[in-house]
């Protein structure tokens, strides 16, 4: 019987032997609610490379795929571009199978795999710019620390103009289809991987672009370690990420915010009515139904921030702390916004709410707080905070 884990033919010399994760819903906090790839490409060249490997569960099915090109073990080189679990997990029995001549990394790489796997293992370490030798085919090596971790590297097949970028570029998206031109839906999961991955290191990413431009290389296709391989138009991506590292805030808002009894939810309608009828698109984003990934996507195109909480045990609501911790960390630039919420004795939550949003450089507006139910004043203070913010928002726009 014909195993059912077969490759797909990328160009003539190149395969994709990776795995499709169809139940993955979580990643470090970022809800993956159409699962993921882990993607391994296999070079069939007079010396064959491996490029990357799979998460340590999905390693038959990687090995499975391998067969279906060639006998695992006439693996020559194994090439490591990122070192993290869900790409290097499986080199260790990958290893032990194939024995490979040489492992290539980069020099944190190198560090990165021994710190994971505590081995003795002799990897050797690639320079930026560095190229190797297939025998027929080419590799040239690209630096990309810090796109997303201090060990990534891209590879770059130059005869068929394949690059291959571990996580740059990815999406987290489970697919049958293995390119863009098969995956029509696949900005809004390429935006979320973004928001929720890249954006903290988004200067870094425009000075990696820079070096790519002034290199001169122009791939033919971005083979990522997640999601599809960009085969139709490989710049598509590469302007959109140059777009989103830039964050140029947009005529939109989010409100976020949590309730208790309703009082907070109550200023938030206000908020955004003011917002929208000042011409500012609005999301109001209930925490109760609303993931932090999700309202970290929707603030990837977005100009303004208004968060809301009530006061418990003198603190920000929990699920109100959580989000701003998250948003915190992934450094969103160029932002307006404001504070607000209800209390039943002191109120110490809308402070701490506006001094987040000022440690997170969000410009903001007055705060505006009630106790217990808002009367129509509050009401009224509510809905003039959106309009302050919409006014905020047009001036930086200019």
Known sequence: MKDPFQAVKVTDKVYWVGAIDWDLRDFHGYATRRGTTYNAYLVMADQPTLIDTVKAPFADEMLSRISSVCDPKSIRYIVSNHSEMDHSGALPRILDLVK?????????????????????????????????????????????????WPDSMFSYLEGAGVLFSNDGFGMHLASSSRFDDETPDWYDEAAKYYANILLPFSDIVLALLDKIAKSGLSPKMIAPDHGPIWRKDATKIISLWGEWA???????????????????????????????????????????????????TELLDAGALLVGSPTINKQIFPTVADVLSYLKGLRRKNLVGAAFGSYGWAGESIKQVQDALTEMGVATVETVKCQYVPDAAALEAAYGMGQKVAAKLKEALR
Do not use: C, Y
Not at 260 to 267: A, E, R
Not at 274 to 285: E, F, W
């Open 100 to 148: 490979p001549k040489k492992v290539f990394a980069s020099a944190m790489g190198v560090k990165a795999l021994k710190a994971h796997f505590h081995w003795d293992m002799p990897v050797t370490a690639v320079k930026d710019g560095e190229k190797l030798e297939l025998g027929g085919e080419r590799l040239a090596f690209t630096e990309s620390r810090m796109v997303h």
């Open 246 to 296: 830039r964050q140029k805030p947009r005529n939109k808002a989010i409100v976020v915010f949590d309730t208790m009894w309703g009082s907070t939810d109550k200023l938030a309608r206000a908020a955004a009515e003011g917002l929208i009828t000042a011409g500012v698109k609005t999301m109001v984003m209930p925490l109760r139904g609303s993931h932090r990934s999700d309202i970290a």
